[in-house]
């Protein structure tokens, strides 16, 4: 069953995803697929107001850290924290830089 998830986030990934630069702190880059979209998400001390954030989508074997940059569609972003994981696809929210 491992298998049939783990194919099912490289279907994902294949079929919305879209062409990524990732420059990690040591400067060694990778090109991969990757979603980004806008969500929306409760902030806030009682979580009582609603903000956007930009979340990056990407197979969870990359391991990404704060301050690494991401290159799509001509705009550089930076990598904040990771949001979720679900062994098969992490989100990360990322910044425009």
């Given at each position: 069953?491992?298998?049939a998830?783990?194919?099912?986030?490289?279907?994902?990934?294949?079929?919305?995803?879209?062409?990524?630069?990732?420059?990690?702190?040591?400067?060694?880059?990778?090109?991969?697929?990757?979603?980004?979209?806008?969500?929306?998400?409760?902030?806030?001390?009682?979580?009582?107001?609603?903000?956007?954030?930009?979340?990056?989508?990407?197979?969870?074997?990359?391991?990404?850290?704060?301050?690494?940059?991401?290159?799509?569609?001509?705009s550089?972003?930076?990598?904040?924290?990771?949001?979720?994981?679900?062994?098969?696809?992490?989100?990360?929210?990322?910044?425009?830089?």
């Amino acid at each position: 069953m491992d298998e049939a998830f783990k194919q099912l986030g490289h279907s994902i990934l294949s079929t919305f995803g879209q062409s990524l630069f990732i420059t990690f702190a040591d400067t060694s880059t990778l090109e991969t697929l990757g979603i980004i979209k806008q969500q929306v998400v409760e902030i806030g001390q009682y979580e009582a107001v609603a903000g956007e954030i930009t979340v990056l989508s990407l197979d969870s074997t990359i391991r990404l850290k704060r301050g690494d940059t991401v290159l799509a569609n001509g705009s550089t972003y930076e990598v904040d924290r990771k949001l979720k994981d679900d062994g098969y696809l992490a989100q990360w929210n990322i910044y425009d830089r």
